[in-house]
DNA sequence: CCTACCGATCGGTAGG
DNA sequence: CCTACCGATCGGTAGG
């Protein structure tokens, strides 16, 4: 009786995980190779199986993508959190600057993952309930330190909805716009940290002088 | 003699301006199937030539793209300057407001132009000097108005450079979240503009209580 | 400015 | 889970 030999590669899925090492493989593309490298069949040949395979496991290219965005938001949301509670903040401000940083942070540490979170990429039909609700952690935290912010009196009164939106819209384009080589990245992430949190204190006490 | 019949489609390019034309095509491409539709045998095809045609105007794909870019970054301006002008703000807020409300209305209704004149897709290499100069005249506009509030008091004394990122990072982040769909888009134009002056206003008046 | 050609990459399916 | 195949699309070049 012969014994077989392993052909895969070193990194080849093992057993019946290979729905997963699909996941880690397209991280993977998309990280070292950005958006337009992260394919079903390159997802394919660093697990180590035919690029017919990923089709036992998801329904088309748009299923992996899903499962991939999903690990990314939750990322993005561990970011966010991470930041909130090492900062031991106590002040709604403080609580929103430490939000923006791990938001942006999160952003220029991991551009591909942003860009195929919110860069449209994801089809907008259907996507298994749980990617929407991994989608929507980040924006609850937002929100919900917004409306407890207006509640405690330290916010305007307003829509807090739209407040939150304001916050999401100056970390989304900051990250965009450092991401996209539009603005000079940061030399170093203290520089990062301190541009950030001027742009957040700004919008807390606003531009114009009384 | 015989005489030759034109066999060129109707829109195709006449005579000598054929790098125009194919500049006009990228930008249909761009502008009805978005930035992976942009391709040079498709902008080819469209001006009513052979796909290597394109290859005696411009270098590569990237001249091309350049040449797309610069357009958009002209209509940019251009919007951002009509609002600015139509508005006859004369105080700063005022005047950031019509800013914003140009650079959103861009956004919103060019969203491939905005996504390829910022997501990144322009090679980063070279790119004549008309590219750059296109490109730094919306962020001169916003910096101007800027510097020139903080001289006159009206905004607080701070780094305009860092102010006026401060202006662009909300309304990029504005425009890309609405352009990919992160939030709904507002139904009406009038919504619009009337969600992109609260957020403008915030960023001025601060969201923190006094 | 054209035809014909290269090599590469993709998503997806047939049929086992 | 594999091999073999489709049809489609690209950027780019040779050679005229």
Request: charged share 25%; with cysteine.
């Amino acid at each position: 009786m012969k014994i077989r030999v392993a052909k895969k590669p070193a990194d080849a899925y093992q057993h019946g995980d290979l729905r997963e090492a699909l996941v880690d493989a397209g991280v993977k593309l998309l990280t070292e190779g950005g958006l337009d490298k992260l394919s079903l069949r390159g997802a394919a040949q660093l697990a180590g199986v035919s690029h017919a395979a990923p089709y036992r496991h998801y329904r088309d290219k748009d299923a992996l993508v899903a499962a991939i965005a999903e690990r990314g938001f939750r990322m993005l949301s561990a970011s966010m959190r991470a930041e909130l509670e090492a900062s031991g903040a106590r002040k709604t401000a403080r609580k929103l600057v430490a939000l923006g940083m791990g938001y942006v942070n999160f952003g220029t540490t991991h551009p591909a993952y942003l860009k195929l979170i919110f860069g449209g990429a994801l089809s907008k039909q259907a996507g298994p309930p749980s990617l929407y609700e991994a989608g929507a952690e980040a924006y609850d935290m937002l929100r919900d330190v917004v409306a407890a912010g207006i509640t405690s009196g330290e916010l305007h009164q307003m829509d807090p909805e739209e407040m939150a939106l304001a916050c999401w819209s100056l970390v989304h384009g900051l990250s965009m716009l450092i991401i996209d080589n539009a603005i000079p990245k940061p030399e170093t992430r203290e520089r990062e940290r301190g541009l950030i949190e001027r742009l957040v204190v700004l919008l807390g006490r606003g531009i114009e002088n009384d």
